[in-house]
T-cell receptor, first 113, second 112 residues
């Protein structure tokens, strides 16, 4: 079976840094995605990692270690608008459609003033 | 503006009734997907279609049906065989050759 774990909730102060961890055990691996979802809204794409290492995009960075089955999303200089659920998703098979993903339950990040 | 439109935003189903959720995109994307989101669980794939007139079952297809007669449209029917239909349904699309999914704003389906 597929198993993708991430913490349920994290709270941080405006301006701080938060790291959201994601561990996965899947039948295969061909890429890991992070999406942001505000309550009742559409998830939006944040990042994609297929090779080990850190990818930086402005205030957001994503890291992948395939040997450890581990990824994290780093949010820097937190803003109130960053309060949202962050979804970790894995594409398990290279034969799968790119949109056929296994999702974790999401991490709700609460930013406080 | 290009995007994915899901309608209605809220939908109520009576016992034994089939209901259809609409998903339309004007992004000229080839592939379209339906995911179901339940509280405390990850999104789960119901059906997907990579080209017109073709679709495949996802992980939880039982009790659902789809059609893909036009590139722009991928409606999902929740049949009476789906015994636990209450959930938030998300439609997504993707351009072939790109890994990024674009999601609609979802339909909340509840049972009366």
């Amino acid at each position: 079976g597929q198993n993708i774990d991430q913490p349920t909730e994290m709270t941080a102060t405006e301006g701080a840094i938060v790291q959201i961890n994601c561990t996965y055990q899947t039948s295969g691996f061909n890429g890991l995605f992070w999406y942001q979802q505000h309550a009742g809204e559409a998830p939006t794409f944040l990042s994609y990692n297929v090779l080990d290492g850190l990818e930086e995009k402005g205030r957001f960075s994503s890291f992948l270690s395939r040997s450890k089955g581990y990824s994290y999303l780093l949010l820097k200089e937190l803003q109130m608008k960053d309060s949202a659920s962050y979804l970790c998703a894995v594409r398990a098979s290279r034969a799968d459609s790119w949109g056929k993903l296994q999702f974790g339950a999401g991490t709700q990040v609460v930013v406080t003033p | 503006d290009g995007g994915i439109t899901q309608s209605p935003k809220y939908l109520f189903r009576k016992e034994g009734q089939n209901v259809t959720l609409s998903c339309e995109q004007n992004l000229n994307h080839d592939a379209m997907y339906w995911y179901r989101q339940d509280p405390g669980q990850g999104l789960r794939l119901i059906y997907y279609s990579q080209i017109v007139n073709d679709f495949q079952k996802g992980d939880i297809a039982e009790g659902y049906s789809v059609s893909r007669e036009k590139k722009e449209s991928f409606p999902l029917t929740v049949t009476s065989a789906q015994k636990n239909p209450t959930a938030f349904y998300l439609c997504a699309s993707r351009w072939q050759g790109n890994e990024k999914l674009f999601f609609g704003s979802g339909t909340q389906l509840s049972v009366l």
